[in-house]
């Protein structure tokens, strides 16, 4: 063997190719190329989660890579990172898209990489609130803790009934979940069923995962559901002692408002409604009157305090002659049991802070009510909650049921009756509430029946009317302070005050009558635009007329317009007032529209000059029976117009879902204004409610369904 062959075979078999490739002269063989694979090449991660990942080189002088995410070096919070040696962790929220993809790319060679898709998954995050269900009085507060996968945490987004921080309506919580309750009881209702109250619902949203949310249920209440202490402020729950019924092993129980404290000769009477303490004229002289009653005392007598016993009250089957009909009957105190300077809860003229005080109403006989007087009450499933009184002269038709969830309905119609602003103003169990003026705490009205818009009540005068003294004549008069006074609570920021100063708002017509709006208009526009203060004239929609079409007429704020007309070839004017429009002459839709959201609201009730009110009463009293008797009308009464500010209205209050004929635009030269709302009920039960806050205004009762008491139900 060659010295040399041989020294080459002791260096090794790689070395011996070269060597002899190298004594032979042939060609090389090149090294093998660089490759990069990853593993696994797909996963999916959740939201905030981590992946490993890892990356084989061959081929190439390193092993090391740099990983990227979406071409990124070390990705970013938006579409998640990765370490060094290859660990994915998923960003805190989603990216659009949620697919990310993850590369290894080679150290040494640049051009070489492999990548894995990444599918990011909303986090499985379970969120729980506590407490989980709570009651709390309105001004209160509670605490909320988020549990997050079983951990408190501050990471989340509260909401209340789906906003976040909360409203007025419905009650605030800060972003550490401190839950400060409104001022009076969440109210809601459907366009069947009248005003009651309901709970409101806490949410704590992930902020890492939106997807993931906790809930709890507040139930809002008042301290005037409560059992009082002796001698008791008024304003709280009370009633007839006999006010339920059974049926087999099932008992029903009814109740409602103890209002105020009169006095007629040398005693006293609590004032309230002839259906919360004589049963619809069921009950007899002499009926023990509780509090609280049977609807907060488990439906229990011997749970609550007899307080008084039943004096008079106005016969329903047997009206007086002569004498406005009122829904109201008094009953004698029992001595020691009532604070006997008629102390009524939440009605004080200060506050507390945040809270109200208690306050008796203006002593003596009470006012007149007047249109847009503001006005304010307290009862036992609101509390106290402030408005206006948006219509007068109310002829009005009032459903009954005789009888606590049992019994025939009956129809009541009532005259001169005073009709308060807003379904929030009152709910199912505040019947026998006595409405004062908010700046003197007079008494102007009694509170015995509402529609899920409205509130109605007795005018204070035909109440003591009709409670005289059968024997002597003498009118009961209001115990309470010798001189006026504000109602504090109605100025606390919140709900009481928002509703006190609510807008009118106008429902967009249909197309087709918008279309005949504005042909109309095109074809009037010269003779409208010939009266002085007409700016402009456009085209939108009525608020005396829900979802009805309208003619706009900008005119100029404080001029005479007494020659406008209120109706051009049957479509309906409405006057929209102001110094100076950004627009003028004959609009379009658009500019229309665009003019009435820059102008000033018009707000839903003003008060009004005497003069006009008094024309308004008197085209009401001469064509009343005719409007009466059109289908769906259970209602007619003096109001302001919408459409046209300063001026009044004859008001038609329409069972909504009816089909009443046409209403003119005008009656008597006096514009017309249509409410629609569900029937206006007293007296009526409803099992559907929940324990502590029962129903009885429904129009009717759903069959039991087990043997033992049925839910407890209020009066209104």
Known sequence: ???????????????????????????????????????????????????????????????????????????????????????????????????????????????????????????????????????????GTVQFTAMVNGSPSTAVTWQVNGVTGGASKTGAISSGGLYTAP???????????????????????????????????????TPNQNALNLPLLLGGSGGNAGDSSTSGTTTTCCGGTLGALVSRGAAQYILSNNHILARLGLAAVGDPIIQPGLIDANCSAGAAT??????????????????????????????????????ILQLGASNTGTLPTDGAPHAGSGVSPTLGLAVAKSGRSTGLTCSRIESINVAISVEYQKGCGTGATITKDFTNQVQIAGGEFSAQGDSGSLIVTQDTADPVALLYAGSDTDTVGNPIGDVLNALADPATGEKPVFVGTPSPHPVAACSLPGPSAASAAATATAHTA??????????????????????????????????DAPGRPAILLFVTKGQSRADLPAEVDGIRTRIVEGQVFAHRGNLNADESARMVRDAERPLRVTQLPIVKVSEARQVEDQHLNDLMNLPGVQGVGVTASADSPGDAAVILFVVRGSDPRPIPATIGGVRTRIRESSRFQAGFSDAQTSASSCSAISPKALPHTKAGPSLPQPQR
């Open 1 to 139: 063997m060659h010295p040399r062959l041989g020294l080459l075979f002791l260096l090794g078999t790689s070395t011996f190719l070269v060597a002899c490739s190298g004594l032979s002269g042939g060609p090389s063989t090149p090294p093998p190329p660089t490759t990069v694979t990853i593993a696994p090449t797909s996963a999916s991660v959740a939201l905030g989660q981590s992946v490993q990942f890892t990356a084989t080189v061959v081929g190439a002088t390193s092993p090391a890579v740099t990983w990227q995410v979406n071409s990124v070096t070390g990705g970013n919070s938006s579409v998640g990172t990765t370490s060094g040696n290859g660990l994915y962790t998923a960003p805190a929220q989603l990216p659009n898209p949620a697919t990310v993809t993850v590369t290894a790319v080679s150290s040494a060679d640049p051009t070489k990489r492999a990548s894995a898709s990444v599918t990011i998954t909303a986090a499985s995050t379970s969120i729980s609130v506590t407490p989980s269900s709570v009651r709390v009085l309105v001004f």
């Open 183 to 221: 001022n009076a009881v969440p109210v809601s209702s459907t366009p069947q069923h009248n005003s009651k109250t309901t709970t409101v619902t806490v949410q704590a949203i992930s902020q890492a995962d939106p997807g993931a949310s906790g809930s709890a249920v507040i139930t809002v209440t």
């Open 306 to 343: 007899t307080i008084a016993k039943l004096t008079q009250f106005v016969n329903f089957d047997n009206p007086p002659s002569g004498k406005p009909l009122a829904d109201a009957a008094i009953a004698e105190v029992v001595p020691g049991t009532v604070d006997p300077t008629g102390t």
């Open 510 to 543: 249909s197309f087709a009558d918008e279309q005949r709006a504005d042909q109309v208009r095109e074809q009037n526009a010269p003779r409208l635009l010939s009266h002085p203060e007409v700016q402009a004239v456009g085209t939108g929609s009525s608020i």
